[in-house]
């Protein structure tokens, strides 16, 4: 699987691919395709998935 290269994979071929990896190494996947992987759910993340602060929520500690 070396020569192939994650940017050229589909979403689903880097995660079929990703996992093969976590299996047969016990050393993980390659740095490159770690950052692809990541890369990509970059890309997809909404910026604001979760409020920072609830405006509705009682400070803990006051």
């Known amino acids: 699987m070396s020569a192939l290269q ?3 994979l589909t979403n689903q071929e ?3 691919y990703f996992a ?6 016990e050393f993980g996947a ?16 909404p910026d604001k998935e979760f409020p920072l602060r609830d405006p509705n929520q009682l400070d ?3």
Not at 20 to 25: A, G
């Open 30 to 45: 390659p740095v490159e395709w770690q950052i692809e992987l990541l890369r990509r759910f970059t890309a997809v993340a």
């Open 6 to 8: 994650p940017r050229t």
């Open 20 to 25: 093969m990896y976590m299996e047969d190494n």
């Open 14 to 16: 880097l995660i079929k």
């Open 60 to 62: 803990l500690f006051s």
